[in-house]
């Protein structure tokens, strides 16, 4: 790999540094191609994606972006998770690594909050974005359906009411 070839690389790593929302350090010492397949297969699912690096090109990459703290964790074969999602690439690595004990989490970081191994396995207990989303629409949904169904009470009784009188009226005729 040439030194523009290089560069490249900085500046695409980079270009991922500043989109991104978070970032999980993990190590992949020992995995094989068809388990790293099926680990950046597991990522994508959820959104995630995973990045073989080299380190000096990392942590050239890590310089001036705000996750420039993560810089001593790329040491040996290093592999970064992130996604758009804060949690998703804390979750599906957390994942992988509890059924692969070649599959290391080292630590990470979220904005400029830096994490351990223990604190990406918390962070990746947390709900995702859409799972936020849906628990928000849910909890709002459900006042209006018992406001609802409280204004409907008084009507649906009052037509009962009327419907007895109905029938008790037409039956003493």
Do not use: C, W
């Not at 397949?37 to 890590?62: C, E, W």
């Not at 420039?68 to 758009?84: H, N, Q, R, V, W």
């Amino acid at each position: 790999m040439n030194r523009e070839q290089k560069r490249e690389l900085a500046d695409s790593l980079r270009a991922v540094f500043d989109r991104t929302a978070a970032v999980v350090v993990a190590q992949y010492r020992g995995l094989t191609v068809g388990e790293m397949f099926d680990l950046r297969r597991q990522m994508r699912a959820t959104g995630a994606r995973l990045k073989v690096t080299k380190n000096r090109i990392a942590k050239l990459a890590l310089k001036g972006t705000r996750f420039e703290p993560l810089s001593p964790m790329f040491k040996g074969p290093t592999a970064i998770a992130y996604a758009d999602d804060p949690v998703s690439a804390a979750k599906a690595a957390a994942a992988y690594a509890k059924q692969n004990d070649k599959f290391v989490l080292v630590g990470g970081a979220m904005g400029t909050t830096l994490f351990d191994a223990a604190g990406v396995k918390t962070l990746a207990t947390l709900p995702s974005l859409d799972e936020l989303r849906a628990l928000i629409v849910g909890t709002l949904k459900a006042p209006a359906t018992k406001v609802a169904g409280v204004m409907q009470a008084p009507a649906a009784t009052l037509a009962r009411v009327v419907s007895a009188y109905a029938t008790k009226s037409g039956a003493a005729s």
